[in-house]
């Protein structure tokens, strides 16, 4: 449990003129579920592409399971990253169904010129099975709401079996209801899998319960870290956005 | 019919299917990934670089495919940094080509009758090396999208979820971009400049707007395809009409027809009863 999975050492990022991450450093643990809060800019969106070698490094080092990031290993190591982002608009005339989207996730370890196999595709029904979303599985992924999509986007991540799952503000942009229903998938799927999870967001109401570690960050740094508990205070929480903020009730069961 | 005995009305019927296909075949690429004004760009710069072939003397041919890749080598990662709107910059590099299109063609000598050609294609005076260009073509074209079908989905369906999985969609958006320079490079002589980007835009929009499965798209697509430049071909000999323009104006009509008829009007039919494509 206290094998090191993610370890990174005084990264920068920068996007032209604008510095993302500031010297960020961050060690996670095998099986750990991890908070990323922050407001809008703060560079938990940036740390998420460090860690899954999308975000280039002008200063510092990455290292991902097992492996030191260095532009070259990124795809190989995303394979076995599972990603899910926050819902986008899809074209619905796409001609993609959702089981095709779901098979994705697949295909980065099968690699070139291979079809999923038998036993894939049947990991794939387990998996649509499993979000609740198997009887929308021939339906066209642009035809799907946000809260199914969301169901799709993280039983592709799955379907990838990953040895770690990066969650960026999966429950941005959809109704309370389906936030509800997704922040209880991902424990569902936490408690089963115990897989290395990332998760961020900006919104307090939509942090998971399961989470055992809150990274607070801002402008680019992480700006302090540790238990809920211990987070999870108005006069820090005051701080870190700059402005008055009571810890909702909802989450009041993280500070326990 | 009779005018199927005529050597040069076989060659382009077979000229007609196999761009026919092939340009259908990039345009389900272009039009899914909403690309169609780099792919215009990409056409307008093949159109310049044969007629800088033909004012240099060289093979107007490989002046179309060294454009035209180069095209495709700038719009991409002009499209993809942001650093300018998109539109704004693949709008200067559009002009650029047509800008230097009209140059070599202002610079030529004498008879421009070869440059008006490439303007308007000519199917009906395609010779056999224009076949076995177009030929190959549509082989590796579709050789390559049956290898590479469920990469090209992927990317299709969202290219930074494709390469947060560790598919090399970079690789593979890139590929499409020099597919469909090569595929209106081979095409160039048959339909023209002008007018082949309508050729690879109507029947992937007309497939477009009658399937939900990305296979029955590139099949009915292709058919289109055929079927417009048949049915042009036909036209133009029937009525005595330039081959291209009668080419494009009937992949408009179907294009026309399927979106009135697309099942994809009927507001959320799928709502009642789930769609299988």
């Known amino acids: ?256 | 019919m009779d005018i199927f005995q005529y050597h040069f009305m076989q060659n382009a019927i077979l000229a007609g299917l196999l761009g026919g296909i092939t340009c259908s075949v990039v345009g389900v690429f272009v039009v899914t990934m909403h690309l169609s004004f780099i792919g215009v760009c990409i056409a307008h710069a093949a159109f310049a670089g044969a007629l800088l072939g033909l004012w240099l003397g060289f093979n107007p041919l490989i002046g179309a495919l060294l454009f035209s890749l180069a095209a495709a080598a700038v719009v991409g990662p002009v499209a993809d940094r942001g650093e300018l709107n998109p539109d704004t910059s693949i709008g200067i590099i559009f002009s650029l080509m047509l800008g230097l299109a009209f140059l070599f063609m202002g610079l030529m000598q004498g008879a421009r009758t070869e440059a008006l050609n490439l303007f308007w294609g000519s199917i009906l005076t395609v010779g056999r090396q224009d076949i076995i260009f177009l030929a190959a073509t549509t082989g590796v074209i579709v050789g390559l999208v049956a290898v590479f079908y469920k990469e090209i989905q992927a990317v299709i369906c969202h290219r930074e979820i494709a390469l947060a999985v560790g598919i090399p969609a970079t690789v593979i958006f890139y590929g499409l971009l020099f597919s469909t320079g090569v595929t209106i490079t081979a095409s160039l002589q048959t339909i023209g400049g002008l007018l082949i980007y309508c050729l690879i835009l109507n029947p992937a929009a007309a497939a477009y707007q009658l399937t939900y499965s990305l296979k029955k798209m590139l099949l009915i697509a292709a058919a289109f395809g055929v079927i417009s430049c048949w049915a042009g071909l036909v036209a133009s000999y029937l009525f005595d009409i330039p081959s291209g323009a009668s080419i494009v104006i009937t992949s408009s009509i179907i294009f026309g027809l399927a979106t009135a008829f697309s099942p994809k009007r009927k507001v959320k039919r799928w709502q009642q009863a789930p769609l299988t494509g």
């Open chain 1, 1 to 256: 449990m206290d094998k090191t999975v993610i370890s990174i050492q005084d990264a920068v990022v920068s996007y032209r003129e604008d510095v993302a991450l500031q010297g960020v450093s961050l060690e996670v643990k095998k099986g750990e579920f991890i908070g990323i809060i922050g407001p809008n800019g703060a560079g938990k969106t940036t740390l998420l592409t460090v860690i899954n070698g999308l975000g280039k490094l002008i200063h510092g080092q990455a290292r991902v399971l097992g492996s030191r990031l260095n532009g070259r290993n990124g795809n190989d190591l995303r394979k076995r990253i599972g990603y899910v982002a926050q819902v986008e608009r899809i074209d619905p005339r796409l001609p993609i169904s959702v089981r095709e989207t779901v098979t994705v996730g697949c295909y980065g370890r099968l690699g070139l010129f291979r079809r999923p196999t038998r036993a894939q595709q049947k990991t794939v029904d387990e998996v649509l099975e499993m979000v609740g979303i198997a009887h929308l599985s021939q339906r066209p992924i642009g035809h799907l709401s946000g809260g199914e999509y969301q169901r799709a986007a993280i039983a592709r991540a799955l379907v990838q079996q990953p040895d770690i799952f990066l969650l960026d503000e999966p429950t941005a942009s959809i109704d309370q209801k389906a936030q509800h229903e997704i922040l209880n998938l991902m424990k569902l799927v936490h408690r089963q899998y115990h897989t290395t999870t990332l998760f961020v967001t900006h919104d307090l109401s939509t942090l998971p319960s399961i989470c055992q570690r809150l990274i607070l960050m801002k402008d680019g740094r992480i700006w302090q870290q540790g238990s809920p508990q211990s987070m999870l205070q108005e006069e820090v929480l005051t701080e870190l956005y700059g402005a008055p903020i009571s810890v909702p009730s909802n989450i009041a069961s993280l500070q326990m």
